[in-house]
């Protein structure tokens, strides 16, 4: 028999509810640091991405020629910061318009995998080009 002066007892109810609310608040704060993460791979990729483009615009007038795709594509990669766990993709050096509007354009891609403890999140991908305008010959 439950008596009224039982159900009126609130002993250990901030523990269910610090038990309720712990795991919630753990999720949000890891969350924050996967989200500071993909941050911090968007930065690096923009960094290499501006050292690949920087480099592309270097002029040699002794070979009268830019560097190659591959020393650009080089620069990229040694250039980046903050990826550890992702997948890095080779950079694209589209050369299209290279010679009749004097640019060229450089894609580049990183996929950030996401983990939020309990659950595996989304691949983020990231994605960022630049042109950079090359002196013609």
Partial sequence: MIRLRDLRDEAGSAAMEFA????????MIWGIFQIAMVLQASAGVQQALG???????????STNARPTDAQISSKITSAKFGIRN???HTPVISTANETASGYIDITVQYDVPTNFLFFNGPNVSLTQSKRVYTQKV
């Fill in 86 to 88: 992702g997948t890095w």
């Fill in 20 to 27: 309720f609310a712990v795991p919630v608040l753990i999720l």
């Fill in 51 to 61: 050292e690949g483009a920087r480099y592309a615009t270097i002029f040699n007038t």
